[in-house]
């Protein structure tokens, strides 16, 4: 069994030349380059370096960074429409493009002035730096606002002290964006106030990482503590306005969201695709899996819950793309597309019985891979608290 022939769905609008020469060479690049090793590397946890640079020069590490400093300048749908593309073969991959993405260039290029984009988007964008983003931290997830790392103002540095729990790329990466606590929250104002954001060269004194968490899934993406024992920060590297912060990472959560809903929106469709397949040619009691309704509903099931998913990170990519309000859109997005990826993963592992359960099926790795979609950048619950706010919003 291998996902390499997993197929794009057909979508209700045309794709742009530009989109179809994009995801036609990213397909056939998955196909041969990246397939045949997933399973290895699931197993070795290896972090995949030699695909990821190569990702770089199809343009994957800076896909929604400017071409004047070497980005892909993709919008939001095509970027959520290659997600989907790497998830499909490799959630590891995808995750590791998502947040280097979404997060590190993403808060950069919101937040930065003209001047940190110079400094810091070619390198990001071209993959000579990989990216990190590091905001939760062991007392710290849901409630992010609750961080505890603090940058002291010394004049023209910070000194920052504190850990991070976590984080993706946290070993690999040479650009690390860091959420931090520069001032006291104003008097009457909530504790979201006083937080920064700045960026920090990997190789900076007092910036150790930790030792590679040993996950459930995603295996040969890294995720790693870190911690900051007396790391000096230029003051010119704040991103943002200093204690405001909290704004600019709710923004880049929200962008990430459509990444995530992405992923698991791939990982539950190669799923789909390995249970569809294997339902029509295993035969049991004289007929295909395939003619039991009990089976055929699961499939239909998964195609219907994956393809509303879709239709919400569209939404969500669109409405983002148009420069409107998509943070509801976003969680919604975020929320349907791992919840059915999950599902998806899950029922293909049932339709697949024994063989489901073995490794080389893959089946249980797209499960183990897209169970963090329903953690990662704002756990199930938290979206539908910020759903649940948003919409009511209008009533009130
Ligand atoms: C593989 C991986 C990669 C990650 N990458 C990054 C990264 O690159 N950068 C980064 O900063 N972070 C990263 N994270 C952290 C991730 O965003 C957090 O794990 C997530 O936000 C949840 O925080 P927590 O783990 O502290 O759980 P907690 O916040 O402790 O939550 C535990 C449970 O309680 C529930 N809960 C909490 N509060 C409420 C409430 N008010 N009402 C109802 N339920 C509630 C949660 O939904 C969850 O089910 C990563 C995590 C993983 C596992």
Not at 106 to 121: F, K, Y
Request: proline share 3%; net charge negative.
């Amino acid at each position: 069994m291998t996902t390499s022939s997993s197929q794009t769905p057909a979508l209700w609008f045309d794709l742009s030349t530009e989109q179809t020469v994009l995801l036609g060479s990213l397909r056939d690049f998955l196909k041969k380059e990246v397939a045949p090793g997933a399973i290895a590397r699931d197993k070795s946890g290896t972090f995949p370096l030699g695909i990821v640079k190569q990702f770089a020069d199809m343009g994957l590490l800076g896909m929604q960074v400017p071409e004047r400093f070497g980005g892909a300048e993709l919008d939001t749908v095509t970027t959520a429409l290659i997600l989907e593309e790497i998830a499909a073969v490799d959630g590891s991959l995808c995750l590791t493009v998502a947040s280097h993405n979404s997060l590190c260039t993403g808060h950069i290029l919101h937040a930065g002035s003209s001047q940190q984009h110079e400094t810091w988007l070619p390198d990001l964008a071209s993959g000579k730096n990989l990216g990190a983003w590091g905001l939760t931290e062991p007392g710290s997830g849901s409630d992010a606002a609750a961080l505890r790392t603090f940058a002291e103002d010394k004049g023209d540095n910070f000194i920052i002290n504190g850990s991070k729990m976590f984080i993706t790329q946290g070993t690999v990466a040479s650009t690390y964006v860091l959420i931090v606590r520069t001032d006291s929250p104003g008097d009457g104002k909530h504790y979201s106030d006083g937080i920064s954001a700045f960026v920090v060269e990997g190789s900076s004194p007092g910036l150790i990482r930790g030792k590679p968490e040993e996950k459930l899934g995603l295996k040969s993406s890294d995720t790693t503590p870190l911690s900051f024992e007396n790391l000096e920060v230029p003051a010119e590297n704040l991103l943002g306005k200093r204690g405001a912060a909290f704004k600019d990472v709710m923004e880049v959560l929200s962008g990430g969201r459509i990444g995530i809903a992405a992923m698991g929106i791939g990982l539950g469709r190669a799923a789909l695709e390995l249970a569809a397949k294997y339902a029509l040619e295993r035969q049991q009691f004289g007929k295909s899996l395939s003619s039991n309704q009990a089976v055929s509903f699961k499939l239909a099931e998964m195609a219907l819950e994956l393809e509303a998913a879709r239709l919400l990170v569209f939404k969500a990519a669109a409405l983002k793309d148009a420069g409107r309000d998509y943070s509801l859109a976003a969680s919604m997005a975020k929320l349907k597309g791992s919840v059915a990826g999950v599902q998806a993963c899950d029922y293909a592992i049932q339709i697949l019985g024994g063989y489901g359960y073995i490794q080389d099926y893959e089946v249980e790795r797209m499960w183990r891979d897209a169970r963090l979609t329903r953690i990662g950048e704002g756990t199930d619950e938290i979206q539908h608290m910020i759903i649940a706010r948003e919409f009511l919003k209008q009533f009130q």
